[in-house]
């Protein structure tokens, strides 16, 4: 699976939107681009995912550049129970594969009031 | 549709003795993966089962570890002789299908083991 590389910290104001970068410059064809958070002591909770077309949902927007090599995960309007730590993550695609997830370290995300 | 259930949250155990680590997969999952989270450490891949079969326990310790999905009821992972360096999270998470990879795997909170 693709490698990824996240910044290791990133802050934001509160009610401010926050930006996640990610870069995954060897991603191929049939590789998603899932984003997860980890919630000090939690477990794992999915955010998006998506291939190549931006994505949307109720917790926050995947946007993929057209070459695939990195993606922006926004958080519109930041809390203060954002804070977390944020995993971009490359994930295979397709017959014979077990679909697990690889993290890295992640982008520990720090909501200031 | 309840999420993944893990129990116990926490579980206390002496050197030398078993854990046994339950998950419980969301409804109509039918696809198990376990994680282990050391202290300040990163999330890492143990194993990957289906109903009946391992898949992948590429991420296994080859002795003392072992895990299964049976049939009917939870997955179970369970370390043998436990030794202080066991004393991690043990996470679970279920998908539905993984071949299209369009599926995400969805954790439970899970069970934080502490050897004494």
Redesign the interface.
């Known amino acids: 699976d693709a490698k990824t590389t996240q910044p290791p910290s990133m802050d934001c104001a509160e009610g401010r939107a926050a930006n996640l970068p990610c870069n995954h410059s060897t991603i191929s064809g ?3 681009v ?1 984003w997860y958070r ?1 919630i000090h ?6 955010i998006i ?1 998506g291939l190549k077309n931006n994505e949307t949902n109720e917790m926050a927007s995947l946007i993929i550049t057209e070459d695939r090599k990195s993606s922006t995960l926004i958080l519109p309007h930041a809390t203060l129970r954002d804070t977390a730590v944020y995993y971009c993550i490359v ?16 982008t520990t995300l720090q909501v200031k009031p | 549709n309840a999420g ?1 259930m893990q129990n116990p949250r926490h579980l206390v155990r002496r050197r030398g003795q078993e854990a046994r680590l339950r998950c419980s997969p969301m409804k109509g999952h039918s ?1 198990v ?1 376990w ?1 282990r989270q050391l202290p300040e450490e ?4 143990m194993v ?1 089962l289906q109903k009946e079969n391992i ?2 326990e590429s991420g296994m310790p080859k002795e003392r570890f072992s895990a299964e999905f049976p049939k009917e009821g939870p997955s179970i992972l369970r370390i043998q002789q436990v030794v202080r360096g066991d004393s991690a ?1 043990y ?1 679970c ?1 279920s ?1 539905l299908r ?13 069970t934080r083991l502490t050897v004494t």
């Not at chain 1, 994930?91 to 992640?106: D, E, P």
């Not at chain 2, 993984?98 to 899970?110: A, D, K, V, W």
């Open positions: 049939n590789e998603y899932y980890q002591s939690q477990g794992p909770q999915y995912h994930r295979r695609s397709g017959s014979g594969n077990t679909g697990k997830l690889i993290f890295g370290q992640g | 993944v696809h993966y994680y990163g999330l890492k891949f990957y898949i992948d999270a996470f998470a998908s993984t071949g299209t990879s369009n599926s995400p795997l969805h954790f439970g909170n899970g």
